[in-house]
């Protein structure tokens, strides 16, 4: 168990829906990862958030979105669903201010029909 | 952006083999880990490993990081070791703020 904990674990949803997952750092983490795998892409960096602010972006959609709230938990948001969405969701997090161990949480798998 | 290239794709093996998985990649890094995925999709963590050499238990990493490359070496291969094995860096260039970028793995295969 690596301390993150992410919700829901499965998600089954229609195309041109949205969909919220929620994620949980280790205690005392500040940053947040948000990561997407799928069998075109693998695994790819989508955003990060230190402290509540947004800190680096990678291949995040114009169609998601995320934040980072005062209590450290964080929310990626995705929006006007396509079947190509359908993936495996990751976050993870880090220590605070060091280049380290990223841990992952157990993922939400989402399947859009 | 970094490139990062593992070897082999595929791998099977006969239960108690040993085995060695490279990652390449193309940029100096300050950060480097190797995951394991299993066939649950749970990404565990192995090693940090962005230099030198770790060992833990079955399992040990050396990263060179003056030629960019990283091995992992698995001996007494057991099938819970069955799964795909991910290298993943982050560049020094992003200045810590950037994610890791994933190599496309090796899927290893313990037949009993």
């Known amino acids: 168990d690596s301390g993150v904990t992410q919700t829901p674990k499965h998600l089954i949803t229609a195309t041109g829906q949205r969909v919220t997952l929620r994620c949980s750092p280790r205690?005392?983490?500040?940053?947040v990862y948000w990561y997407q795998q799928s069998l075109d892409q693998g695994l790819q960096f989508l955003i990060q958030y230190y402290n509540g602010e947004e800190r680096a972006k990678g291949n995040i959609l114009e169609r998601f979105s995320a934040q980072q709230f005062p209590d450290l938990h964080s929310e990626l948001n995705l929006s006007s669903l396509e079947l190509g969405d359908s993936a495996l969701y990751f976050c993870?997090?880090?220590?605070?201010?060091?280049?380290?161990?990223?841990?992952f949480g157990p993922g939400t798998r989402l399947l859009v029909l | 952006g970094i490139q990062v290239e593992q070897s082999p794709p595929d791998l099977i093996l006969q239960e108690g083999a040993n085995s060695t998985l490279r990652c390449n990649f193309s940029?100096?890094?300050?950060?480097l880990q190797w995951f394991h995925q299993n066939p649950w999709g749970q990404l565990i963590n192995l090693f940090y490993i962005p230099s030198g050499t770790k060992q833990n238990g079955r399992l040990s990493a050396t990263t060179v990081a003056t030629e960019r490359y990283s091995l992992l070496y698995i001996s007494s291969s057991q099938t819970t070791d069955s799964g795909v094995y991910f290298c993943a860096v982050e560049s020094k260039s992003g200045g810590g703020a950037d994610g890791l970028t994933f190599g496309k793995g090796t899927h290893l295969i313990i037949q009993p």
């Open positions: 993870a997090s880090s220590v605070p201010g060091q280049v380290e161990t990223q841990y």
């Open positions: 940029d100096s890094v300050n950060n």
């Open positions: 205690s005392g983490d500040l940053s």
